[in-house]
């Protein structure tokens, strides 16, 4: 009888303990309480937005020649652009140019030198990126014949999308023969490169996908770049194109952005997708006119359009010569 007694005076006394607890924190930590609902209230740091600002602080610290080797190196919102295509073998290279910030740097840098210096660092700077395309893809192609593997990754990606950034520099600060020489030069090296890998399938035919997507200009790299050239040079638009049946009708056109490399969003950042956020008028460096996807087209279909808006620029170069 006294155990029971004993075990009930313990948990009378519990209780109280426990009320008295509860009382304490209901009335005296009301600035805890604040603070709680503080933290549950504030807006969460989405991941990609956190890679962003990351993205932001490390161009803000690199200068022009960091900048320049910094093209090569592998950035997340850069990849990240491809997963927005829903096309079987998406070609996003022209738009990687866009979510480049580094690209964005150089672009304002160059805007402020003299013509001369901005044509000739857009040249050097092409020889430069095409020379490593060509000489990492040369072992590439090495260790296929060789049956042999690299014992580290060789970065023909990252090679790829910063010799697309260098040309599409080179379309706004070289001359328009200058671009186009450089062009055809790289066009002309994915093309022998696709001829060696069907020359010699037995040992090559792994490469052919990634030769295809990435040893020579893209086809809607290509359309872009081309457009903004008769754009900014020529004074010609899409609109005009497809009336004279240069271009197909059924091409679908959007106005894209290329913002300074610390803008809060970009054209496809995920905050500005999502409708989440626009662009502010004073980020933008330029504009585009860019098809984003080509769809369900045929190879033949694409070629055509590619061939019809450089033979629309060769053909406002031979009329200024003409003058």
């Known amino acids: 009888m006294k155990r029971w007694l004993l075990l009930v005076s313990a948990l009378v006394a519990l209780n109280v303990l426990m009320i008295a607890h509860l009382g304490s924190a209901t009335n005296e930590p009301a600035a805890w309480r604040h603070r709680t609902i503080n933290q549950d209230t504030r807006s969460p740091v989405l991941p990609q937005e956190q890679r962003i600002r990351e993205y932001i602080k490390r161009v803000d610290q690199e200068d022009l020649e960091a900048l320049v080797d910094g093209l090569n190196s592998h950035e997340d919102l850069v990849a990240r652009v491809w997963s927005r295509s829903n096309d079987l073998a998406p070609e996003m290279a022209f738009q990687a140019c866009l979510a480049n910030r580094r690209l964005a740097k150089l672009f304002a840098l160059m805007q402020q030198m003299p013509p001369a210096e901005a044509e000739g660092l857009a040249i ?14 040369a072992r590439i192609e090495s260790l296929h014949r060789s049956g042999k593997t690299s014992p580290v990754r060789i970065p023909a990606f990252e090679n790829a999308v910063a010799l697309a950034a260098s ?12 671009f186009l020489r450089q062009v055809d030069v790289w066009d002309e090296f994915g093309r022998d490169l696709i001829e060696r890998i069907e020359s010699d399938e037995t040992h090559l035919a792994m490469m052919r996908g990634d030769a295809e997507m990435w040893g020579g200009p893209q086809d809607l790299y290509l359309v872009n770049l081309y457009m903004s050239v008769l754009r900014e040079r020529f004074g010609i638009t899409p609109k005009q194109l497809a009336a004279d049946r240069i271009i197909p009708g059924t091409l679908q056109w959007k106005t894209r952005e290329l913002v300074s490399f610390d803008s809060a969003v970009g054209p496809y950042d995920f905050p500005h997708q999502s409708g989440g956020r626009t662009i502010a008028t004073e980020d933008v460096l330029m504009h585009f006119d860019v098809v984003d996807f080509w769809g369900f087209r045929p190879k033949e279909f694409k070629r055509d359009v590619v061939s019809n808006l450089r033979g629309a620029i060769d053909g406002c170069l031979h009329e200024e010569s003409a003058k």
């Open 124 to 137: 050097r700077l092409f020889e430069a990126k095409f020379a490593k395309h060509v000489e990492d893809l």
């Open 167 to 178: 040309v599409f520099l080179s379309a706004r600060f070289c001359d328009t023969e200058e």
